[in-house]
């Protein structure tokens, strides 16, 4: 009697637990399922960053290249790399093949490179220091059509660069 007892009231339990969570129509289980993550789409670019983009710009221009175009999506993957440098308190291009590839797959780049940089306190001073590095200055001269920058501080007050150029 009493396994009789329990099994029915495990029969009980099992079906009040799985249709007390079910839909009551279609519409209400595309609805749940058919959710859109959101994320941050505009980007709001400091005086540095402005004249970083600028200066860059003028060099480009100056040496016969045509100018690159700010892309949100670019500046918002150049900011999460100066949280994750400002995170581990170095400048690196870690996870860059990442950062890449998210660009290549979702924004339609064909190709992608990076400048990174910390300490400087102008944006005058950054590019001087990336045009002296041969290096930096490829992935200025690069082929590319658009570029995003950010400029963050960590605690301390230091800034950490970090430029992406993209060609689409």
């Given at each position: 009697m009493k396994t009789r007892t329990f099994k029915i009231l495990t029969f009980i339990l099992c079906t009040v637990i799985l249709?007390?969570?079910?839909?009551?129509?279609?519409?209400?289980?595309?609805?749940?399922?058919d959710q859109v993550a959101t994320k941050k789409a505009e980007y709001k670019y400091s005086q540095m960053e402005i004249e970083i983009l600028e200066d860059i710009n003028i060099y480009r221009k100056a040496n016969g290249?045509?100018?690159?175009?700010?892309?949100?999506?670019?500046?918002?993957?150049?900011?999460?790399?100066?949280?994750?440098m400002i995170q581990n308190g170095k400048v690196s291009h870690d996870n860059f093949a990442a950062r890449a590839s998210y660009l290549?797959?979702?924004?339609?780049?064909?190709?992608?490179?990076?400048?990174?940089?910390?300490?400087?306190?102008?944006a005058d001073a950054v590019v001087k220091a990336w045009l002296k590095s041969s290096a930096h200055k490829e992935n200025i001269d690069g082929d590319h059509t658009h570029f995003g920058i950010s400029v963050r501080q960590d605690?301390?007050?230091?800034?950490?660069?970090?430029?992406?150029f993209i060609k689409k």
């Open positions: 249709t007390s969570c079910s839909k009551e129509n279609i519409e209400d289980q595309v609805t749940s399922y290249l045509s100018e690159l175009k700010a892309l949100t999506d670019v500046s918002l993957k150049a900011e999460d790399h100066n949280d994750y290549m797959n979702e924004i339609g780049a064909k190709s992608v490179s990076e400048n990174v940089a910390y300490g400087y306190h102008t605690s301390e007050g230091k800034n950490y660069f970090t430029n992406i």
